[in-house]
């Protein structure tokens, strides 16, 4: 009897497995943490047998945590870290190149040439990293002239790792892509012809919630139904239970990315922004504009790795309140560039304002500011395509931290809803999976529970002012960029 549903969340830094009970509460995750190497500048890749080997631990990990058996999971569901890529052989599984993560920017020159074409694929997009193995992998090479080679996203590796020899992708994780068309709902030729790349060699869309496969006894335990599959952060707006229109959230992980429904049509929002499929399902189609803080908990990670100014990331926290200002310290977060509006690859990181009299805690303070400053920014473009929300709902490690959440309702002026669930993308996957076996109610998409709201304490001045000396500094970043 099924007792259980379970959200796969393979994210950049690491994969988590999820159980959730038949009320959605969560009754078990395990994690594991994924290597990523950076073999030259501007390259990131992760070794796509760890990333396997990984999550079939954590699903058994989270399921011998509630001392059950994989048959009494009813059904699974896949999220994933968008727009990375790799290639494997079909009937083996074995993997054929290293999966080039979405951060990895080594075809920045090749998308310049795409976009003189006309065509907009961003160096962050698959499109150009699937050209480049194919071009550059000589196995891959060959297992495409014997018709072998698949090349997908995380969530189609791994639904190849659990079921057996299929390619299968869910329009979500598509629609990011650089190949995808988001009116015919199909791969689009235009970027597959400029790219020399054989729609064969894609997988086969398919809904986002409904039966997908059959999980193989090996791989998982027992033959269970894989039916949800979503981009990480289509998984987070249906998990926080963002499915009305103009309804937004914000997942503060490795980046930030807030997502605003913008229901059955395709929304165009300011510089930078851009349109997904959020979810296809029962016959409907829900578009997504979506905007990125490429650096969002990263920086924190730097504080703590980099600069060492603190042990945890949790201390950010208090460190930052500890102080009553940055003490003029400023910064904006631009570790591996600039993403919405700017998108702006090669832009630096930058700290300015210290003194003698600059502590820790002021670097701390400036830093988190610079995330929901950024955040803020993207905010503001997306809302150019669809309403400004009513409020943002966060998730993410980074939405933990309360000093955070709190800047950033005052910098947006609307409250902050913190979900209850950090990882509100395993919850999503999962109840993609739950409703479409209808082992849950369709009314459980729209539910939500926040932990804690957090209301804007500044006024529209104070805001305004905070907002217009933040521009003058990231000025500062973007002409350095140029």
Known sequence: MARYVMGIDAGTTGVR????????????????????RYPRPQWMEQDPAEVWASTKAVIAEAIAAVSATAAEVGAVGITNQRSSVVAWDGPSGRPLSQMLIWQDTRTAERCRELQDQGLYI???????????????????????????????????????????????????????????????????PAPLSALGLDEKLLPVLVDSSGEIARTRAEAFGAEIPLAGMAGDQQASLFGLGCVQLSQAKCSYGTSAMITMNSGESVAFGGSGTYPIVAWRYGG???????????????????????????????????LARSVDDSGGVW????????????????????????????????????????????????????????????????????????????????????????????????????????????????????????????????????????RAGWKKRLDLVVADAS
């Open 284 to 318: 409907r189609t829900v578009y997504s504009l979506e905007g990125q803080v490429v650096t969002a908990g990263a920086a924190v990670q730097w504080l703590r790795d980099g600069l060492g100014v603190v042990s945890d990331a949790k201390q950010t926290d208090a």
């Open 122 to 188: 961003t160096p962050m997009m698959a499109a150009s990293k699937a050209e480049w193995i194919v071009r550059n992998i000589p196995e891959a090479r060959e297992a495409a002239a014997k018709g072998r080679l698949r090349l997908g996203t995380p969530n189609a590796f791994l639904a190849a790792c659990l079921c057996g020899d299929v390619n299968v992708s869910d329009h979500g994780n598509a629609s990011p892509t650089g190949l995808y068309s988001y009116f015919q709902n199909t791969w689009d």
């Open 331 to 466: 910064a904006v977060p631009a570790f591996q560039g600039l993403g919405t509006p700017m998108l702006q690859a090669e832009a630096k990181a930058m700290i300015g304002g210290l003194s003698r009299g600059s502590t820790r805690a002021h670097i701390v303070r400036a830093v988190l500011e610079g995330i929901a400053q950024r955040v803020a920014d993207v905010a503001e473009s997306i809302e150019q395509g669809v309403a400004a929300p009513a409020s943002l709902r966060a998730d993410g490690g980074a939405s933990r931290n309360d000093f955070l959440m709190q800047a950033q309702a005052d910098l947006l002026g609307v409250p902050v809803e913190r979900s209850g669930f950090a990882d509100g993308a395993a919850l999503g996957a999962a109840r993609l999976a739950g409703v479409g076996t209808g082992l849950w109610p369709q009314e459980m998409a729209a539910s939500f529970h926040a932990e804690r709201v957090f209301e804007p304490a500044i006024s529209a001045d104070e805001r305004s002012s905070r």
């Open 17 to 36: 497995a999820v159980l959730f009970d038949e009320n959605g509460s969560a009754a078990a995750s395990a994690y594991r943490e994924i290597t990523s």
